[in-house]
């Protein structure tokens, strides 16, 4: 296959069986048009929306309880109404919205044709619900979600697969797709983190979750992975492996 050919299948295509993510298309708005706080969103009104928003806060909540037994200096008590509030299906779909739409060419680790909301693990798609959040217009719910970004931080490095990883045992010669969506995760929240202009909190990313970030990468192995074949050997049935490597080289 001619490799500028190759670009006729890097999206799905009928021919390698994969399927766009439906829920794009369903709920952007117009290309001309902007994300704002007066922008109408199309509902997809998911059940498994709802059940993730719930397990959101629910992993939330418990991960609070650990903090407040770990930590010895004060925290805030566990907001669960507010939680609840930011976390429903309609902000969501919002959030999801401003990933997708407003900021994937600047933070590009999703292949956003094969990202589903309902498939993915919780871990990222909290990060990638936060970061829609931290560039969001200044709504409420948008402002209250900053609220929740030190919790998810602790929640997903202290997730059992990114402490498996830094284990270092019985890790695959190839990264599964875990082990890329944890990482994508952490990636995600050292970013939101490190956009706050707070001392402490930079202080905490650069000295304590950044090593622990780099040292997860190490071990998972994505830094040896390169593609199997030649890339004009790819063909379409190909399409999935050459996304699942691709995911990890990039």
Known sequence: MPWLSMLDWLEPTSENEASYAPWLTALLP?????FSEASSLKSISSPVLSKRGEELVAQLSETHQAMALRNA?????FDISLAESVFTVTNLEY???????????????????????EQVSLPLFLAIILLGA???????????????????EEYIFNHPTFRQLLLGSNTPKEPIIETIEILQAALTILVIQSS??????RRRIRVEK????????????????????SMTDYTAKDWALFVHHESCIR
């Open 73 to 77: 200096t004060y925290l805030p008590e």
């Open 134 to 152: 931290l560039y969001s217009p200044p709504m409420d719910h948008a402002v209250s979600a900053r609220l929740f970004f030190h919790i998810s």
């Open 30 to 34: 117009s290309v001309t048009t902007g």
């Open 196 to 201: 706050i202009n707070n001392q402490s909190t």
């Open 210 to 229: 950044n090593p622990l970030f780099n040292a997860a990468v190490r071990l998972s192995g994505v830094l040896r992975m390169k593609h199997r074949i």
């Open 95 to 117: 959030f999801l919205g401003v990933y997708a739409y407003s900021i994937r060419s600047y933070h590009p680790i999703l292949h956003i044709p094969t990202f589903s909301y």
